[in-house]
């Protein structure tokens, strides 16, 4: 059974536009929660992350949303650029995890020309 | 190098067939865990070190996988007869302290069983 749910296998945007990736979450005990971006051969790449007492964290382009009552995160790219074509990974940990992350099947993003 | 650094890259054996899979994690890092991907899926959890011991094996599948840690920094992930569903890119990651923070992840290992 998922943990971490994201239901968006693809995405395709146009470049300077705004790119939103969502992600959702049954297991109310998580309390932090991560995105990574993927390109291939290459491991995880951190972007940003939030933990369960805010809604909202910003880092420049990337600002990630929290819903804890609808167990729903996304996240915001703005503008998008072609360089953020990648795939994007949702994580979460806590309830008992000790740290570990409980990944997300991935969105991959096309950002176009 | 200042990331997490995990050799080999690439890793083609035989069924049947012994690995070992290296993990570097970044200087001063307390927490290294293991995780493992097939394709079209996230990274899975396998294994979390806290310093030197074994905090959480509970993402091992089953007995022929071991990881050891001995002196609190270089992991090494061991896998004993090997089988065609452990092809998978096996990925490391350190963190600081092990609490609600960023881990970092190397490129990880391509492992191929024929």
């Known amino acids: 059974d998922q943990q971490v749910k994201q239901n968006s296998p693809s995405l395709s945007v146009q470049e300077g536009r705004i790119s939103i990736l969502n992600c959702d979450y049954t297991?109310?005990?998580?309390?932090?929660f991560l995105w990574y971006k993927k390109y291939p051969a290459e491991g995880p790449t951190f972007l940003i992350s939030?933990?369960?007492?805010?809604d909202k964290n910003e880092d420049g382009r990337f600002t990630v949303f929290l819903n804890k009552s609808a167990k729903h995160l996304s996240l915001h790219i703005v503008p998008s650029q072609p360089g953020d074509s990648a795939v994007y990974f949702c994580?979460?940990?806590?309830?008992?995890?000790?740290?570990?992350?409980?990944f997300g099947k991935g969105t991959k993003l096309s950002v176009k020309p | 190098g200042a990331g997490v650094s995990q050799t080999p890259s690439n890793k083609v054996t035989e069924k049947g067939k012994y690995v070992e899979l290296r993990c570097d994690p970044i200087?001063?890092?307390?927490?290294l865990y293991w995780y493992r991907q097939s394709l079209g899926q996230g990274p899975e959890f396998l294994i979390y070190?806290?310093?030197?011991?074994?905090?959480?094996d509970s993402g091992l599948p089953n007995d022929r996988f071991f990881a050891v840690r001995p002196e609190g920094s270089v992991s090494t992930l061991k896998i004993q007869r090997t089988e065609r569903g452990d092809s998978a890119v096996y990925l490391c990651?350190?963190?600081?302290?092990?609490?609600?923070?960023?881990?970092?992840f190397g490129d990880g290992t391509r492992l191929s069983i024929l």
């Open positions: 990651a350190s963190s600081p302290t092990g609490r609600s923070e960023p881990q970092h």
């Open positions: 070190f806290q310093g030197t011991g074994a905090a959480d």
């Open positions: 994580a979460a940990s806590g309830g008992g995890s000790q740290g570990n992350l409980i």
């Open positions: 939030i933990s369960s007492i805010k």
């Open positions: 200087s001063g890092h307390t927490a």
């Open positions: 297991n109310s005990m998580f309390d932090y």
